[in-house]
């Protein structure tokens, strides 16, 4: 079984600080891990992914994570927030493999203040 | 590629009606997604078909709920009669097949919202 934790269901940032949203997750297996993001009234987008290769993952829009097995984490950071990522932000694990089920957190809703 | 395509976008009916969604995944994607999103639960993974057969229904919530995959480019959820508790979001994804670049990320559509009065 696997699951995902997201701590904070909301974070609110000012424009230019850093962004830290926190993942934890459990998985009986090598797990592969993803941050998606959600904008209002949009579908999920991929943000970036862990597959078991470099520990540090790059993604779209200046966004990293790293994985951190000792931890079982895996949080989502940005160096300066923009306005334009206020959004709903969700991690997945998957155990990989030939077996891809997603299964998300509760996700971190960004707000991004002037 | 035009993405992952979802019609309706948006869903009003009455409690008691049939809804049925439906969504053409990203061409050449062997597998299909079905995800219902609410505030209380988040988003809950359906059901999944590989190659149009479904491998995965333990998520489906009552018998009122059914998918099918009559083809690599068409899928329908489903449900039948609806309830007031069935109002949520509801997306599809596909995800290319094993040796596919990419192969293990999934593609949203923007969703379906369903409203049952």
């Known amino acids: 079984a696997q699951s995902v934790t997201q701590l904070g269901s909301h974070v609110s940032v000012s424009e230019g600080a850093l962004v830290l949203l926190r993942c934890n997750y459990s998985?009986?297996?090598?797990?592969?891990l993803f941050w998606y993001v959600q904008y209002p009234n949009q579908g999920l987008q991929l943000l970036l992914k862990y597959t078991s290769a470099a520990t540090l993952v790059k993604g779209i829009n200046g966004f990293e994570a790293e994985f951190k097995k000792s931890e079982t984490s895996f949080h989502l950071t940005k160096p300066s927030a923009h306005m334009s990522d206020a959004a709903e932000y969700f991690c997945a694990v998957s155990s990989g493999g030939s077996n891809y089920k997603l299964t998300f957190g509760k996700g971190t809703l960004l707000t991004v203040n002037p | 590629d035009a993405g992952v395509i979802q019609s309706p976008r948006h869903e009003v009916t009455e409690m008691g009606q049939e809804v049925t969604l439906r969504c053409k995944p990203i061409?050449?994607?062997?597998?299909l997604f079905w995800y219902r999103q609410t505030m209380m639960r988040g988003l809950e993974l359906l059901i999944y078909f590989n190659n149009n057969v479904p491998i995965d229904d333990s998520g489906m919530p009552e018998d009122r709920f059914s998918a099918k995959m009559p083809n690599a480019s068409f899928s329908t959820l489903k449900i039948q009669p609806s309830e007031p508790r069935d109002s949520a979001v509801y997306f599809c994804?596909?995800?290319?097949?094993?040796?596919?670049?990419?192969?293990?990320?999934?593609?949203f559509g923007p969703g379906t919202r369903l409203t049952v009065l």
């Open positions: 998985s009986s297996v090598p797990p592969y």
């Open positions: 994804a596909s995800r290319p097949g094993l040796g596919i670049p990419n192969t293990d990320t999934q593609y």
């Open positions: 061409s050449g994607h062997d597998y």
